[in-house]
C-alpha cells in the first residue's frame, strides 16, 4: 500500500507545549499535504510541501520533508485547546492520480 | 460565500433502498472527490471528476455511482449493491488537478435503519 502512515495514532498534551506528529510513506511523491479534522466536520487543509522542498512555515504550524527518509513531520508550537483535532497527512504519488491519506493522528490539547 | 455544501448533515437508509447525497460548489473548481471515513481511519476514495460527463473510479467504488452533468454539482448515489454502507461521506473539490489542495464539504453521515 503506499498509504502514509501518521506517528503517533493519539496525542495528548498541556495547552502551550509543542505537538509533534509524523508521517511515513512507502514511495516517491510529488508532494505532501497535511489536513486538520474536527469531529465530525470536513477536512479543511494546513500546507502544502512538494518533493523538492525541505521546510515549510504557516503561523504557528511547521512542516519538514525528508524524501530520504520517505517521512514528514508536522510540528504545532504553542498550542491551544482549540487545536484539538485529527490530523491527517496525503500523499500525490505521481503514478497514482489521487491524494492518498493516512489514518491520522488524534491531538488533544488539555487546558 | 464560497464554498462546498453537502446535504443532508444525516442521512438514513433502509434495506434494499438507493440513496443519493448531495455535493454542490460554488469554487469554480474543475475537479471534485467523494470520499468515505469509517470511524476512526482515513479516508478513502470512492469516485473523483476531472471534468463534466466525465469521473473515474477510485479504490472503493464498488457499490456507488455518481454522475457530473453540471461543474457545480457532483452527487453520490449508494445503491443497494453497498452492502455495508454506514460511514461518513465527505466531497471536497480542487482547482483543476486531482492532486493539488483539496477542499472538503462539511459531510453527510449515512446511517442504515
Known amino acids: 500500500s503506499q498509504q502514509g502512515e501518521e506517528d503517533p495514532q493519539a496525542l495528548s498534551i498541556q495547552e502551550g507545549e509543542n505537538a509533534t506528529m509524523n508521517c511515513s510513506y512507502k514511495?516517491?511523491?510529488?508532494?505532501l499535504q497535511w489536513y486538520r479534522q474536527n469531529s465530525g466536520r470536513g477536512l479543511v487543509h494546513l500546507i502544502l510541501?512538494?518533493?523538492?522542498?525541505r521546510e515549510k512555515h504557516s503561523g504557528r504550524l511547521r512542516v519538514t520533508l525528508d524524501t530520504s527518509k520517505k517521512s514528514s513531520s508536522l510540528l504545532i508550537t504553542a498550542s491551544r485547546a482549540a487545536d484539538t483535532a485529527s490530523y491527517f497527512c496525503?500523499?500525490?504519488?505521481?503514478?497514482?492520480?489521487?491524494?492518498?491519506f493516512g489514518s491520522g493522528t488524534q491531538l488533544t490539547v488539555l487546558p | 460565500d464560497g464554498g462546498i455544501t453537502q446535504s443532508p448533515k444525516y442521512l438514513f437508509r433502509k434495506e434494499g433502498q438507493n440513496v443519493t447525497l448531495s455535493c454542490e460548489q460554488n469554487?469554480?473548481?474543475?475537479?471534485m472527490y467523494w470520499y468515505r471515513q469509517d470511524p476512526g481511519q482515513g479516508l478513502r476514495l470512492i469516485y473523483y471528476?476531472?471534468?463534466?460527463?466525465?469521473?473515474q473510479k477510485g479504490d472503493i467504488a464498488e457499490g456507488y455511482s455518481v454522475s457530473r452533468e453540471k461543474k457545480e454539482s457532483f452527487p453520490l448515489t449508494v445503491t443497494s449493491a453497498q452492502k455495508n454502507p454506514t460511514a461518513f461521506y465527505l466531497c471536497?473539490?480542487?482547482?483543476?488537478?486531482?492532486?493539488?489542495?483539496?477542499?472538503f464539504g462539511p459531510g453527510t453521515r449515512l446511517l442504515v435503519l
Open positions: 469554487l469554480n473548481h474543475d475537479a
Open positions: 471536497a473539490s480542487s482547482i483543476f488537478g486531482t492532486r493539488e489542495t483539496q477542499y
Open positions: 510541501i512538494r518533493s523538492n522542498e
Open positions: 496525503a500523499t500525490d504519488h505521481g503514478s497514482a492520480r489521487q491524494l492518498t
Open positions: 471528476s476531472q471534468i463534466v460527463n466525465d469521473f
Open positions: 514511495t516517491s511523491i510529488n508532494n
